[in-house]
């Protein structure tokens, strides 16, 4: 046995390759052979990683899930950002740039009304949470857009540590849904071309959860579902800090 965790733990990457390999071998025969696969292997994978995520910061008392355990280091470097960020621009050599330019409009149109619809649910949920100053209303509605501008709005518009933290965790349960239930709605609301990734990506706008959703929808859709809510991103940090939060100012003065 120590045998056995001396190799792991020299080859901790290969191991959480094995693990992840073999979570996605279960969910896959459990969708098929248990649910008849009305539930997307996939998304079972995604849920049981998530439980496992938990439960490894629940007893290890640490930050990083599954990874704080020794035997499990591996997973953090597999599921870190690189890893993400490198498995999203592979994708985008399959991407034609013809349907990209020919979704151009669309995917305007989307991501403009994926930023307000988000930003002002975010500002609703912030209002029942009892917060009336513009600057803790934008900084939730902001995170309720992506847990990247929350904090980027909650530092430029002087709000506390707290209501920051709360717009973070408000993304963060947003990337979890996207993530989890994109390849269960996918047949449902037609989400099966380049044009219809990319306007998914613009109303959603959570990058991680738009991408991991959509690989396990269709690998082929991921680049054009990542192009739009990239922007997001970027058109989020811009009007949540600027014109929503003079806007907010108008009727909630600080």
């Not at 073999?22 to 439980?51: E, H, Q, Y």
């Not at 960020?85 to 034609?96: L, Q, W």
């Not at 349907?99 to 403009?112: D, F, P, T, W």
């Amino acid at each position: 046995m120590e045998i056995l965790i001396s190799i792991i733990d020299k080859n901790g990457l290969i191991f959480g390759f094995l693990v992840i390999g073999l979570i996605t071998l279960f969910s896959d025969l459990f969708s098929k052979k248990i649910l008849n696969s009305r539930i997307p292997g996939s998304a079972i994978a995604i849920f049981l990683g998530l439980v496992l995520g938990y439960l490894g910061g629940f007893f290890s008392g640490g930050e990083k899930g599954l990874a704080d355990l020794q035997l499990f280091k591996g997973i953090g470097f597999l599921g870190g950002a690189m890893f993400r960020d490198f498995a999203i621009v592979a994708t985008a050599m399959g991407a034609s740039f013809y349907l990209v330019k020919r979704a151009g409009m669309l995917g305007m149109i989307s991501l403009l009304l994926g930023i307000f619809l988000f930003f002002f649910i975010g500002v609703l949920l912030a209002y029942i949470w009892g917060y009336r100053d513009a600057a803790s209303l934008c900084t939730i509605g902001a995170g309720a857009c992506t847990y990247i501008v929350g904090p980027v709005t909650g530092a430029a518009v002087g709000a506390s540590s707290d209501v920051i933290a709360l717009s973070i965790a408000a993304g963060v349960v947003k990337t979890i849904v996207v993530t989890i239930f994109t390849p269960i709605a996918a047949k449902k609301i037609g989400l099966h071309s380049p044009e219809s990734a990319m306007a998914y990506g613009g109303l959603m706008g959570t990058s991680s959860g738009v991408a991991a959703g959509l690989a396990a929808t269709d690998p082929k859709l991921v680049p054009y579902g990542a192009v739009t809510a990239t922007f997001y991103t970027g058109v989020g940090c811009l009007l949540c800090p600027s014109f929503f939060f003079l806007l907010l100012s108008l009727f909630f003065p600080n």
